[in-house]
């Protein structure tokens, strides 16, 4: 059975940092592209970060130069490291992983930037 468990959201202020992590099971994770989703209220999800077997990363033009994503294959966790956080970053964040047709989604951290 796949598991992608997402932890480290909160409440944080404007400019603050959170770590999230994304724990997998059940996968040959080391294969997979791994990735973090967000979705705010009323909004589609959307892409925030990914990270190939390679680690090749991908960003979204609105996180670049705030967020860094990174993977420890020993540990099969992902990471997504989120630096001077505002308001709109406020969301339910969603760990994805990715092999050609096979996708697994996690139940979702919430993170509120708020003061």
């Known amino acids: 059975q796949v598991q992608l468990v997402e932890s480290g959201g909160g409440l944080v202020q404007p400019g603050g940092s959170l770590r999230l992590s994304c724990a997998a099971s059940g996968i040959i994770f080391r294969i997979y592209t791994m990735g973090w989703y967000r979705q705010a209220p009323g909004n589609q999800r959307e892409l925030v970060a990914s990270?190939?077997?390679?680690?090749?990363?991908n960003f979204a033009d609105s996180v670049k130069g705030r967020f860094t994503i990174s993977r420890d294959n020993a540990k099969n966790t992902v990471y997504l490291q989120m630096n001077s956080l505002k308001p709109e970053d406020t969301a339910v964040y969603y760990c994805?992983?990715?092999?050609?047709?096979?996708?697994?989604w996690g139940k979702g951290t919430l993170v509120t930037v708020s003061s």
């Open positions: 994805h992983g990715r092999l050609r047709s096979m996708d697994y």
């Open positions: 990270i190939t077997s390679g680690g090749i990363t």
